[in-house]
């Protein structure tokens, strides 16, 4: 069983920690909030649109490295990096009605220097609930709009959450 993950612990994105959360408002494990994952009947909805989002973003990005010549590439950047904001504001007002906790990850997505921004655990512990959410745990995934998977790399070892 893994370590419960909480607000400030790890991810593997530089070392950077669970951010912004808010995490549980009534939950702490060792001092910090835990956090919590989407709702299993939320997830498969939020990976099809975080699909969406990275199949998009991998076509303009296709289109930025493959113009020919400096014009058309500034403005396939520009395009690049205009889509690549929208998403990640789009996408953490999806996240944000789901209930869980988000991240925010600060690493940029070159070469638009746009942070990969919100990201939440889509699959979590099936058996530990924190206030009606999914318990996230050392290994779960966090999954943000631009920067894919980013595993949460330390939790709590002294509480292990099937």
């Given amino acids: 069983m893994p370590p419960a993950a909480r607000v400030?612990?790890?991810?593997?994105?530089f070392s950077l920690p669970l951010n912004t959360g808010?995490?549980?408002?009534n939950v702490m494990i060792g001092f910090l909030r835990a956090w919590r994952a989407v709702p299993v009947a939320a997830a498969a909805g939020l990976q099809a649109?975080?699909?969406?989002?990275?199949?998009?973003?991998?076509?303009?990005?296709t289109a930025?490295?493959?113009?020919?010549?400096?014009?058309?590439?500034s403005t396939a950047l520009a395009v690049e990096t205009a889509a690549k904001t929208a998403a990640n504001s789009t996408m953490a007002s999806v996240m944000a009605q789901t209930g869980a906790d988000i991240h925010i990850c600060p690493k940029f997505a070159s070469p638009s220097f746009v942070p990969h921004g919100p990201g939440v655990v889509l699959k979590a512990s099936t058996t530990v609930i924190i206030n009606n959410l999914p318990a996230a745990r050392q290994g779960d995934k966090v999954v943000e709009t631009l920067g894919g998977n980013n595993p949460i790399s330390r939790g709590e070892i002294a509480?292990?959450?099937g």
């Fill in 8 to 13: 400030s612990d790890w991810t593997s994105h």
């Fill in 22 to 25: 808010p995490g549980s408002p």
């Fill in 49 to 61: 649109a975080l699909t969406a989002v990275e199949t998009t973003m991998t076509s303009l990005e």
């Fill in 64 to 73: 930025t490295k493959t113009a020919p010549d400096p014009a058309s590439k």
């Fill in 159 to 161: 509480v292990l959450i």
